[in-house]
């Protein structure tokens, strides 16, 4: 299994940038997806996942800019981050389960990761 994560860069706040994740090994339709960020000094959070239903949740610092959604065909997890701000300059990652999962799991629960991709957001 692995994950690998593009997308980041660095924009002015207000800006927007599009990560995605794809995926490879997983049965990926039901896969539990989520991501995750870490920002310098601070412990890693969960920012948003996508559970086996479907249903997508988020964290309320980023709830109402960001969206999470994946292309099954594609095999490719996304984030597409709106309104950003210097509070969301992070480390973003993609991650996984291989079975079937529900609700905010943590980084240690979940099976598989990417390496991660660098945000960084100016005033």
């Known amino acids: 299994v692995q994950l690998v994560e593009s997308g980041g860069g660095s924009v002015q706040a207000g800006g927007s940038l599009r990560l995605s994740c794809v995926a490879s090994?997983?049965?990926?339709?039901?896969?539990?997806m989520s991501w995750f960020r870490q920002a310098p000094g601070k412990e890693r959070e969960g920012v948003a996942y996508i559970d086996s239903d479907g249903r997508t949740v988020y964290a309320g610092s980023v709830k109402g800019r960001f969206t999470i959604s994946r292309d099954n065909a594609k095999n490719t997890l996304y984030l597409q981050m709106n309104s950003l701000t210097p509070e969301d300059t992070a480390m973003y990652y993609c991650?996984?389960?291989?079975?079937?999962?529900?609700?905010?799991?943590?980084?240690?629960?979940?099976?598989?990761w990417g390496r991660g991709t660098q945000v960084t957001v100016s005033s």
């Open positions: 991650a996984a389960i291989r079975g079937r999962g529900y609700g905010w799991l943590t980084w240690s629960q979940m099976g598989y």
């Open positions: 090994g997983l049965i990926y339709s039901s896969n539990y």
